[in-house]
């Protein structure tokens, strides 16, 4: 606790779990916008590529 640059180390720490918290909740909420976004392209009746036939 007596090391000059303990302020910096914490703050360092601080600052990367609020970093990777914030691209965790980012993909989080981009995985469920797009999941919501093919669901009601499905509800639509809108064909995947990979169900169709190939040729």
Request: no cysteine; hydrophobic share 50%.
């Amino acid at each position: 606790m007596d090391d000059p640059h303990w302020g910096f180390i914490v703050a360092a720490y601080l600052a990367t779990i609020i970093i990777l918290s914030g691209l965790i909740y980012w993909i989080v909420t981009d995985y469920r916008l797009l999941k919501r976004a093919l669901a009601a392209l499905d509800a639509a009746g809108t064909k995947r590529r990979s169900d169709g036939e190939k040729g």
